[in-house]
T-cell receptor
Framework: DAGVTQSPTHLIKTRGQQVTLRCSPK?????VSWYQQALGQGPQFIFQ???????QRGNFPDRFSGHQYPNYSSELNVNALLLGDSALYLC??????????????FGPGTRLLVL | QKEVEQNSGPLSVPEGAIASLNCTYS??????FFWYRQYSGKSPELIMS????GDKEDGRFTAQLNKASQYVSLLIRDSQPSDSATYLC???????????FGPGTRLSVLP
């Protein structure tokens, strides 16, 4: 049973560039959430995708956008990169939240460094 | 603003001792609670979930929930050096549409 996968594992970009991160959810899961984790902090919610729609968004600017494909895989795009965007980007998959007890399972993350 | 608070640590315990990790949350309507373990440079992995008041045991781990006090804890019995990691408390907000994480508590188990 394949778990959550993410690519790439590491990425180095310069300020002002754009980046695309990819995620494939765990088999049987249809919901993908993205988190940003700065060094020494807990993950911060960016947004969640279900049925190819952004369902909820955290306190992140419009430079952060996403997409979900019919096979449930997802992309996170960040435009006009800032130094402060350097972080570990985590994708989490789950079943569609209906009861509030659905667990989110994390991928290995993509470590982004902006120079 | 929904908040989850944890002592950042480090919490140091000797091998074989009980480690006690605590978490408080601000959103009174939160319904489900999760503990994740994160080793340095790795992603969070689920340890336990708890939804009802009381204790829930899984091997050496026990989660405790008190919704009236808005408090959830994780006890690790017979702590091992391999338990040394950062422990993240996560609270379900808005019926699972996003998790709110605490800053994590760094645990160090000394041989």
């Amino acid at each position: 049973d394949a778990g959550v996968t993410q690519s790439p594992t590491h990425l180095i970009k310069t300020r002002g560039q754009q980046v695309t991160l990819r995620c494939s959810p765990k088999s049987g899961h249809d919901t993908v959430s993205w988190y940003q984790q700065a060094l020494g902090q807990g993950p911060q919610f960016i947004f969640q995708y279900y049925e190819e729609e952004e369902r909820q968004r955290g306190n992140f600017p419009d430079r952060f956008s996403g997409h979900q494909y019919p096979n449930y895989s997802s992309e996170l795009n960040v435009n006009a990169l800032l130094l402060g965007d350097s972080a570990l980007y985590l994708c989490a998959s789950s079943l569609n939240p209906t009861t509030g007890q659905e667990t989110q399972y994390f991928g290995p993350g993509t470590r982004l460094l902006v120079l | 603003q929904k908040e989850v608070e944890q002592n950042s640590g480090p919490l140091s315990v000797p091998e074989g001792a009980i480690a006690s990790l605590n978490c408080t949350y601000s959103d009174r309507v939160s319904q489900s609670f999760f503990w994740y373990r994160q080793y340095s440079g790795k992603s969070p992995e689920l340890i336990m979930s708890i939804y009802s008041n009381g204790d829930k045991e899984d091997g050496r781990f026990t989660a405790q929930l008190n919704k009236a006090s808005q408090y959830v804890s994780l006890l690790i019995r017979d702590s091992q050096p391999s338990d040394s990691a950062t422990y993240l408390c996560a609270v379900n907000a808005n019926y699972g549409q996003n998790f709110v994480f605490g800053p994590g508590t760094r645990l160090s188990v000394l041989p």
